[in-house]
């Protein structure tokens, strides 16, 4: 059995305050976002009232990818991630790049979200629906939930405590209000035809986003207590909670709502029906609450990449410095926070987010092909070690590899180059290291 590389982990100097309830709650929103918010009236169109049972599916076809970084994560107690996976199994070249493009990933989904939260906040208070209202409200938003994280790791917990205990109320209330309401009603006949092949495959495509932005919880593992048996354990309860809330939400949707297609605001539209406008005030406070709690999980995990990095010098040493007083890494912070307010005030994402897509389904593949690398070496007591040999890995990179062939021209062109930018800047870090 190896030991788990000590000469990183010897260099953290950031403090190991994240139990299991931190982790979990980075899971839940890292999953929760706006996302659930608009996804049931696409659900519906494409897959009616079938489209619970494709909530299901896509919870089974993402759980492979889940487990793996569930046992890949037990692995390792430094700040990371899918860096250090991909170090570790297959270089420091393809450990750059996951961080890299996660990276990526993480600050245009911030920004693009930090656009929606403006938008919810536009609802009641429309100065910020444009011109200097509006980019004050976004650098606000940037300038406060990078204080957050500057103020420490157990700021950023109770932070998403707080937003994550009002977006669950929100969420629960309706799904309780909706079978106190509707009773029997929301429970699905299912006496239409199933739909088409093409359309269920959509619908899969669709709802898939609903399951990704986990990962961001296992980048962190040099401030977890015990990162060998909270990792595995947090992302599990994670999946399963959300599945859940996913699946009961739909649920009520379909049965308040209908014209449940044509919503532009599914939610919104249930909400108003079960509560009048009393509910759909506390609602788009919920939207914007899941889109805090989402932020403040994006930027805790995104931060600790750039300073992991810096760690394995294939960033400058700037990023891996820690504030002397709130041990946190507060340069990574204030630059994480500048790039997201750059972002978020061109206005909008779609173009940009169609890379995010397929840079996560490289960041999956490469930490399921991950554990047949490391897991004769890591493998111990204590580690959580999937059964079945590597029939677990295997079936999330086939997972990964079916979603691959639905992304669009515009993702794959977009990746590569990225990916290509990404790898002038390695030359660039490991020719000033040298």
Do not use: C, H, K, N
């Given at each position: 059995m190896a030991e788990i590389n000590p000469t990183q982990e010897k260099s953290e100097k950031l403090p190991r305050n994240l139990g299991l309830w931190g982790v979990w709650m980075l899971v839940v929103n890292g999953l929760i976002g706006a996302g659930i918010f608009g996804l049931p009236s696409g659900a519906y169109a494409l897959a009616g009232e079938y489209s619970v049972f494709v909530y299901i599916f896509c919870a089974l076809l993402m759980l492979p990818v889940i487990l793996s970084f569930a046992e890949v994560g037990s692995y390792f107690r430094g700040t990371g991630g899918p860096i250090r996976y991909g170090k570790e199994a297959f270089?420091?070249?393809?450990?750059?790049?996951?961080?890299?493009?996660?990276?990526?990933?993480?600050l245009i989904s911030f920004s693009a979200n930090t656009v929606l939260l403006t938008d919810s906040i536009a609802y009641f208070f429309?100065?910020?629906?444009?011109?200097t209202g509006r980019l004050i409200s976004l650098a606000l938003t940037c300038l406060f939930l990078a204080g957050i994280n500057i103020l420490g790791s157990m700021e950023s917990i109770r932070s998403m405590t707080l937003f994550t205990i009002i977006k669950f109320g929100v969420l629960i209330g309706l799904v309780i209000g909706g079978f106190s309401s509707l009773g029997l009603e929301v429970i699905p006949t299912l006496d239409a035809p199933l739909p088409s092949g093409s359309d269920l495959g959509k619908a899969a495509l669709l709802l898939i986003y609903a399951f990704v932005g986990f990962e961001g919880a296992v980048v962190p593992a040099g401030e977890a207590k015990r990162p060998e048996r909270d990792m595995p354990l947090g992302l599990l309860l994670g999946l399963g909670v959300v599945a859940l809330i996913y699946i009961l939400v739909q649920l009520v949707a379909q049965a308040a709502v209908p014209n449940l297609a044509e919503s532009t605001a599914p939610l919104l539209d249930a909400s108003s029906q079960l509560f009048g406008q009393t509910g759909a005030v506390i609602l788009m406070v919920g939207v914007a609450t899941s889109v805090l709690a989402n932020l403040v999980s994006s930027m805790f995990s995104a931060t600790r990449v750039t300073y992991a990095l810096a760690l394995e010098n294939s960033l400058p040493r700037w990023?891996?410095?820690v504030h002397s007083r709130f041990l946190t890494p507060a340069n990574s912070v204030i630059f994480f926070g500048i790039a997201a307010f750059a972002l978020s005030a061109m206005g909008s994402f779609r173009f940009l987010a169609a890379m995010t897509v397929l840079s996560r389904l490289f960041l999956f593949i490469m930490t399921c092909a991950a554990v047949p690398k490391l897991r004769p070496r890591f493998r111990s007591a204590g580690r959580f070690i999937l059964w079945g040999g590597y029939l677990v890995p295997v079936l999330g990179i086939l997972a990964c590899l079916w979603l691959m062939l639905q992304v669009s021209f515009t993702s794959v062109w977009l990746?590569?180059?990225l990916v290509g930018i990404g790898t002038g800047l390695y030359a660039l870090g490991k020719k000033g290291d040298r």
């Open positions: 270089g420091s070249f393809i450990g750059f790049q996951g961080g890299w493009l996660y990276y990526l990933a993480r429309p100065i910020a629906d444009s011109g990023f891996g410095e990746t590569a180059v």
